[in-house]
């Protein structure tokens, strides 16, 4: 059933139960209680599922129930329960199935594509009118726990002939019929096949069906049991009732997600009855007016419990304080003892440091003064500058030199300053003079080395 998606959300409810009067030629005279839920498409229009029962045969099916148990919160079409199989991931969601089950009052077939409900539709084939159908074949009526434990045990494979013939009479027809709906299905839904067929009865598999679906239907279809566990015992199980379980757990999380057709809802919780209302404005009025005189000595009690309990916990903090206090003063005794090595051994270290970096200096970058003196001879001579006497105290040397012209003695100052700039700190000559008793001259060379 389709609706304009620019319907309100709230009024979603009321327009689905008036299509559902008009399409589904209900009597407007009736009440019926209709549920729905939406599948999910991208059309311009909002795509619904309707499901609709009578009141009157609600009550004749469940009413015995609810004065036994006072309520039912869920009531779920049948086609609906095989959705557990896939939220519960016994089956795959991948595919497209059709469920045939026989029930003692109904048959009906279902497809899901996808693990979501397609359609289903009922067939006049329950076990009571197969059983009216066998009967009116052989013109008797037979026993009918002999029929039903032939059916469940033997199925179409049974060695009696009579019973043979007249089931694979009737399944016939049955598959011819499910053979239509199918051919229907692929058609409307536009499904280009069908992937598996799953067959069962409340009663228990039916053996040979498997074949039938073969040759009517070209479909592979296997028992519809799932309680693995069990299929050796002498008892069976019906299979939607396992699947009813598993649909209650199912609702029990997410209500909102259920077609449910109940009228037999529970009462409201004992806060929003009338009774339960009025019990509690009585009960309300009495604690008010003991509230008053009650307050401060429970106030009273109250505060010394809480001083006797923060008194226990004072205690034990005050404990747990001073373990951890005196766990630190004998580390800080620890810490000051350790600082106080520490001290000794930088300054032991420190001691050896300066005396190995003297050495070091000493036997590395100490500077001969031969050396330093060959040097020094060498270019005066390149420069006709003589030495007749040399002096040293500590890195001064003072050299007497003599020369034919004063002006070498500035040349070779300037060429030593030049070439020896890294080694020396000071080079001047104090004073140049004649010597009255030659042509030379003299002067008095000062050299600081580095």
């Known amino acids: 059933m389709n609706i304009s998606r620019s319907i309100p959300e709230e009024d979603i409810a009321d327009i689905l139960d008036i299509k559902a009067y008009e399409e589904l030629g209900l009597d407007q005279a009736n009440t019926y209680t209709i549920s729905s839920f939406e599948i999910e498409n991208a059309g311009e229009e909002r795509e619904f599922h309707i499901f609709v029962a009578e009141p009157e045969q609600m009550d004749e099916v469940f009413l015995p129930i609810k004065e036994e148990t006072k309520y039912i919160d869920l009531i779920i079409p049948a086609p609906l329960l095989y959705r557990s199989l896939y939220t519960k ?3 795959q969601d991948k595919h497209t199935h059709c469920f045939v089950y026989f029930t003692q009052n109904d048959a009906f077939v279902t497809v899901y594509r996808n693990g979501e409900y397609l359609y289903s539709k009922s067939i006049e084939f329950s076990l009571e009118q197969i059983y009216d159908k066998y009967c009116e074949a052989i013109g008797e009526k037979v026993d009918e726990k002999e029929f ?3 059916l469940e045990s033997e199925g179409l494979k049974t060695t009696n002939s009579d019973y043979q013939q007249n089931f694979m009479k009737i399944f016939s027809e049955v598959f011819i019929n499910i053979n239509d709906i199918i051919i229907y299905v692929k058609r409307a839904f536009d499904l280009d096949s ?3 067929m ?3 009865s409340e009663k228990g598999p039916i053996i040979g069906l498997d074949d039938y679906s073969q040759n009517y239907l070209g479909l592979e279809s296997t028992d519809f049991n799932f309680n693995y566990n069990v299929v050796n015992e002498e008892w069976y199980t019906d299979q939607l009732q396992y699947l009813m379980l598993l649909a209650s757990l199912d609702y029990m999380e997410d209500e909102s997600s259920f077609v449910n057709l109940t009228m037999y809802t529970r009462p409201p919780a004992f806060v929003n ?3 339960g209302q009025f019990i509690m404005a009585t009960a309300a009025a009495v604690t008010l007016s003991l509230a008053y005189p009650l307050m401060y000595l429970v106030g009273s009690y109250v505060n010394e419990a809480k001083i006797y309990a923060l008194s226990i916990e004072n205690n034990k903090l005050t404990a747990e304080s001073n373990k951890y206090k005196k766990i630190l003063n004998e580390k800080k005794q620890q810490i000051k003892v350790l600082d ?3 001290q000794v051994l930088t300054e032991t270290y420190q001691a050896k440091a300066n005396t190995l970096t003297s050495i070091y200096d000493k036997k590395v970058n100490y500077r001969l003064k031969s050396g330093t003196f060959h ?5 005066l001579d390149q420069f006709e500058v003589n030495v007749d006497q040399l002096k040293s105290d500590k890195d001064t040397v003072w050299l007497s030199l003599v ?5 070498k003695f500035t040349e070779v100052i300037k060429y030593m300053s030049d070439t020896h700039f890294d080694d020396i700190i000071a080079i001047d000559i104090e004073r140049i003079e004649k010597d009255p008793a030659s042509s030379y001259y003299k002067g008095l060379l000062k050299v600081e080395l580095k």
């Open 89 to 91: 991931e016994i089956l």
């Open 148 to 150: 039903y434990t032939v």
């Open 194 to 196: 069908i992937d598996h």
């Open 198 to 200: 799953f067959i069962g």
């Open 273 to 275: 009855r009338a009774s």
């Open 340 to 342: 106080d090595k520490i």
């Open 375 to 379: 040097t020094f001879a060498k270019e």
């Open 403 to 407: 020369s034919s012209d004063d002006r």
